[in-house]
């Protein structure tokens, strides 16, 4: 009985650190959105890795699904110059770790200027450097709220 009360005990370093990973992944990830909404360039670029890539999956009113691909340093540069105020919020987020390896994924509501105007679905990866969490790549879904994911 000893025995196995020690080696039940002995994964709880394990699950401590996923735990631990997990919130400084959150962490991270609502920073990231913090500076969407303050237009905050400075705290994407402690947040986002600088070889990091973006895909963006949009469908119009159409069933066409059209893809937009951009650099994380160009979405920065992008985001300094930007005059509304963008407002993402997520949900049920699911995260996922390997090592130094990371993945956010939750649907998510964004809103411009108060308005509602995309829902999608996130889906971060992310990479541990030095002992910190970044944003290695940025991939979303973007359609009308009232659409229905369609193959």
Request: glycine share 4%.
């Amino acid at each position: 009985m000893v025995a196995l009360m020690l080696s039940a005990c002995s994964i709880c370093p394990k699950a401590t650190a996923a735990i631990d990973d997990e919130a400084k992944i959150l962490a991270v990830i609502d920073q990231m959105f913090e500076g969407l909404r303050n237009r905050d360039a400075d705290a994407w670029r402690r947040l986002m890795h600088e070889d990091g890539q973006w895909f963006i999956q949009r469908r119009a009113d159409g069933d066409d699904w059209h893809t937009e691909s951009t650099s994380t340093i160009e979405r920065i540069m992008a985001l300094s110059a930007e005059s509304a105020t963008v407002d993402e919020a997520y949900e049920s987020p699911i995260i996922m770790i390997h090592g130094t390896i990371a993945t956010f994924w939750a649907p998510f509501k964004a809103r411009v200027d108060g308005a509602l105007v995309q829902c999608g679905v996130n889906s971060f990866q992310l990479v541990k450097q030095d002992g910190n969490w970044k944003i290695a790549n940025i991939m979303y879904t973007a359609e009308r709220c009232d659409s229905q994911p369609r193959e």
